[in-house]
């Protein structure tokens, strides 16, 4: 079977000024705060949160900048229709916020990749 997304890290940056893709400045709450190291992720890519009561929730990066630490990097394969699997993500986040609190990263990391990636 094919593998239909992944989560990653973005590329780990230093020495180089750009802005810090939060949680805040993604939902509008806030402008976006400088960094001059992190994670790096290009403009119109996808960040899932993987921590917090709020797990599940994606973005689309409107910018470059640096992910926030409680972000990884959500790649698409090429021929899945990304609404559509946004929309099933989006269908499965209380299940997705139940594991959160009762289990760790690397569990978590397995339960989404499991239910929404393969």
Known sequence: MQML?????GKKLDGKEMP?????YLRGE???KTLTNGRYVAANNLLILVDGENSGEVFRTPIEGYQG????QLHIAENIHTDY???VINLHRKRVIKVVHS???TLLKTYILTIFCT
């Not at 630490?69 to 990884?72: A, V």
């Open 5 to 9: 997304c992944s989560l990653t890290d």
């Open 20 to 24: 810090n893709l939060d949680v805040k």
């Open 30 to 32: 806030r402008d976006f």
């Open 69 to 72: 630490s409680t972000f990884k």
């Open 85 to 87: 699997l946004l929309h």
């Open 103 to 105: 289990s760790n990263y």
